[in-house]
């Protein structure tokens, strides 16, 4: 089993939320601002600490200027032997 299927959804997520808070060159404080949200915050979610709600992902989307499925799609948080479910 490769490392990325070892990692946990929380983790994955958080993982990309620093890859894309990188690319912008945003401090975490930044993002925090940003998402309106505490930056001790986005460290224990980068850290894969949390599990974020539905509007807080949303929230960090948009401070992120990326939609939540190319969060999902461009930074790998789905594990590709994961079946899809459809609706």
């Known amino acids: 089993m490769s490392e990325k299927n070892e990692l946990s959804i929380k983790q994955r997520f958080g993982k990309a939320v620093r890859r894309r808070r990188r690319e912008l060159d945003l401090s975490q404080e930044q993002l925090a601002e940003r998402a309106e949200l505490?930056?001790?915050?986005?460290?224990?979610?980068?850290?894969?600490?949390?599990n974020p709600s539905l509007e807080t992902m949303e929230k960090l989307a948009?401070?992120?200027n990326i939609s939540i499925p190319a969060?999902?799609?461009n930074y790998g948080i789905q594990v590709e032997n994961e079946p899809r479910k459809d609706c």
């Open 38 to 50: 505490h930056r001790t915050y986005i460290s224990n979610l980068e850290r894969g600490e949390l």
């Open 71 to 73: 969060m999902f799609i």
């Open 62 to 64: 948009n401070a992120l």
